[in-house]
């Protein structure tokens, strides 16, 4: 099990727009496999390769059942939107509410060079925007909301997962 370095603010990493993937090579298959076993190590729901100086367009996503690898994500569309609280694995120990989308939907390839596209609420959304924004060098920190003290984020008691789809047959 490869582990890589999760970098820290104030890496100037963190703060960079992350080019396209124009290949999937075996490289980058393996980059995929270890930042999901870091991502696991670190405890995170969430790892995009930025966050291990990479400045590639990938991400990965753990959440119970739901384990995926975004490659070269685009935001086809989203709906709604609440409030609730983030952290990151690279800015340990903080924490703050930030106002997502509720409904996300969106278009990546997999690891094994896949199309697919995926419609996420709630958790799985604001997992995934938060680690598409590592991709253009934008931090859960610079989306901060003021709330009162007693902020209560609202119960999710909907399904995560609406839809995963492989419109190329695959």
Same mark, same amino acid.
Do not use: W
């Given at each position: 099990m490869a582990l &890589?370095?999760?970098? =820290?603010?104030p890496d100037s990493v963190l703060r960079k727009v992350a080019k396209p993937v124009t290949?999937?090579?075996p490289r980058l298959k393996t980059l995929i496999k270890d930042m999901y076993n870091t991502m696991d190590y670190e405890d995170g729901i969430g790892l995009a390769a930025p966050q291990v100086g990479i400045l590639k367009r990938i991400f990965t996503v753990g959440i119970g059942d739901i384990r995926l690898a975004f490659v070269n994500p685009e935001v086809l569309e989203t709906e709604g939107e609440y409030?609730?609280?983030e952290g990151c694995l690279s800015i340990p120990g903080e924490n703050g509410v930030v106002k997502r989308p509720t409904y996300v939907k969106v278009k990546a390839m997999n690891e094994e060079g896949k199309n697919f $596209?995926?419609?996420?609420?709630?958790?799985?959304? &604001?997992? $995934?925007? =938060?680690?598409?924004?590592?991709l253009?060098?934008?931090?859960?920190?610079?989306?901060l909301e003021e709330v009162e003290e007693d902020f209560e984020p609202e119960e999710q008691v909907e399904d995560l997962l609406i839809s995963l789809t492989y419109p190329d047959g695959e």
């Amino acid at each position: 099990m490869a582990l &890589r370095e999760v970098r =820290h603010v104030p890496d100037s990493v963190l703060r960079k727009v992350a080019k396209p993937v124009t290949e999937m090579t075996p490289r980058l298959k393996t980059l995929i496999k270890d930042m999901y076993n870091t991502m696991d190590y670190e405890d995170g729901i969430g790892l995009a390769a930025p966050q291990v100086g990479i400045l590639k367009r990938i991400f990965t996503v753990g959440i119970g059942d739901i384990r995926l690898a975004f490659v070269n994500p685009e935001v086809l569309e989203t709906e709604g939107e609440y409030l609730d609280v983030e952290g990151c694995l690279s800015i340990p120990g903080e924490n703050g509410v930030v106002k997502r989308p509720t409904y996300v939907k969106v278009k990546a390839m997999n690891e094994e060079g896949k199309n697919f $596209i995926i419609e996420a609420k709630y958790l799985l959304a &604001r997992c $995934i925007l =938060h680690e598409l924004d590592h991709l253009n060098g934008v931090l859960f920190t610079d989306k901060l909301e003021e709330v009162e003290e007693d902020f209560e984020p609202e119960e999710q008691v909907e399904d995560l997962l609406i839809s995963l789809t492989y419109p190329d047959g695959e």
